[in-house]
């Protein structure tokens, strides 16, 4: 059971943190982000001081680099890096839900991670912090908003098992059924503009186009600005689903962009929990992790230098979706491989590869693989295109087998997965994908 494992290992944490150092290292993520910010809260209010490292990547570099005078404790990364960690002299707390490359136990590391649980949940970081802080304490089920924005950003908001929904209850969140397009506080005209899940062609940074499917749902200005998403009755939200349908592709469903929107109180405001974790993304993709963290720390300032930043980051979006459309690609039957090169910033290529996952571009199962260069590297993210691909393969192993050939670091899930390497790899990379991909789908 899950809540046995949250208290034998609070029990740990409790006792390996006394009289000492700290350091706290998360991903850059919206659930890193929110990890962490749960985890600052919880230990300031246990008078403990610690410093905080948010990053993009666990290299071999940034593991060298940890303070060897500190106890260590990783959110949302570190189960892909068990054999280099086992390494270090520190003891190691680990609060992760990725999966693991090694399971044997190591002598230095505590880990919680669903992954090694009999009785499986899938649950993310920030939920998994959050029970922990909560197990510290009662008085931080205040910090219950957090751990919803972290499920929001993983994208696990779909499957509300047991321990998720006892979550949601005590996050106080209010739920709306409706298209699952955010921000749902603001006027419809700019989120339809800005929408990228989905990406509705000729609307999605097209401002002509956007007015255009409002006015054929039906839905009018009231005074000079449109209606937000959470305002309009069931008879609108019907004539908005059905404009926004046919523009998509025939094969998707309307169910897959129904669900449940998530409100939650924020700066003494509704918001929208997709919107914010949209904004921490933002904010570590454009290189100010710290900003995001600020602001889910309850700083207005941070706040107000977050919104910036993801108006920027959404420009870039769209320029970067404009690139990818008009430019060439290496399609195979099943895959598609898009190398922007320096056209689009690393810190967004994964993005990209997310939203046309979830777009109609491709079809279900199509494997798609983004690249971008960062200085001497180049970043790779892919995708399985569909939001219930029943494919049998797995990218994560994909991308292993070809790192283990090349070199490299990678990491990720079965249907979500990312590696980097250096950039005189380029064409043996693609060269390698491909083979590979084509001899599958022989086989199939």
Aim: with cysteine.
């Amino acid at each position: 059971m899950i809540q046995k494992e949250i208290e034998n290992f609070t029990k740990k944490f409790l006792q390996k943190i006394k009289n000492k150092k700290i350091h706290l290292v998360s991903h850059f993520d919206t659930d890193g982000v929110t990890s962490v910010a749960i985890l600052s809260k919880t230990l300031s209010r246990l008078s403990k001081q610690f410093s905080i490292k948010i990053i993009k990547q666990l290299s071999e570099k940034e593991i060298n680099s940890l303070p060897k005078d500190k106890v260590l404790i990783l959110t949302d990364l570190g189960s892909g890096s068990l054999e280099s960690l086992s390494k270090l002299k520190n003891e190691i707390l680990i609060i992760d839900h990725h999966e693991l490359t090694i399971k044997k136990s190591l002598k230095n590391i505590q880990i919680l991670n669903p992954h090694l649980l009999e009785d499986y949940e899938n649950l993310c970081s920030a939920e998994l912090t959050y029970l922990i802080s909560k197990q510290i304490s009662n008085e931080n089920r205040d910090l219950s908003y957090l751990a919803i924005i972290g499920m929001v950003g993983d994208t696990m908001e779909r499957e509300i098992n047991k321990t998720r929904n006892n979550i949601i209850k005590q996050a106080n969140v209010k739920v709306k059924r409706g298209l699952l397009i955010y921000p749902s506080t603001r006027p419809l005209n700019k989120i339809l503009e800005y929408s990228s899940r989905p990406f509705i062609p000729g609307v999605t940074g097209n401002s002509e186009g956007t007015y255009e499917l409002l006015k054929e749902a039906g839905i009018e200005k009231i005074g000079k600005t449109f209606k937000s998403l959470i305002d309009l009755n069931k008879e609108e939200m019907k004539r908005l689903v059905t404009a926004v349908m046919l523009r998509l592709s025939s094969e998707e469903k309307a169910s897959e962009y129904i669900g449940n929107l998530y409100l939650i109180k924020f700066f003494n405001k509704i918001e929208d929990a997709r919107e914010l974790s949209a904004i921490i993304n933002a904010c570590s993709r454009m290189n100010h992790p710290e900003i995001a963290f600020m602001m889910c720390i309850g700083n207005f300032n941070a706040r107000k230098k977050a919104e910036r930043i993801y108006f920027k980051y959404r420009q870039h979006i769209i320029s970067g979706l404009k690139y990818i459309d008009q430019n060439h690609k290496i399609e195979g039957r099943e895959y598609v491989i898009i190398n922007a090169k320096d056209k689009i910033k690393d810190t967004l290529i994964g993005t990209m590869a997310s939203i046309l996952s979830f777009s109609s571009v491709y079809k279900e199962g199509t494997i798609i693989i983004t690249m971008a260069y960062n200085e001497n590297k180049i970043k790779i993210s892919t995708r399985m295109a569909g939001r219930k691909s029943k494919s049998n393969r797995n990218l994560k192993n994909l991308l292993d087998s070809i790192i283990h050939i090349i070199g490299g670091i990678s990491g990720g899930h079965q249907n979500a997965a990312g590696c980097t390497i250096d950039k005189t790899q380029e064409e043996e990379f693609i060269d390698l994908i491909k083979k590979k991909l084509d001899v599958e789908i022989v086989k199939v």
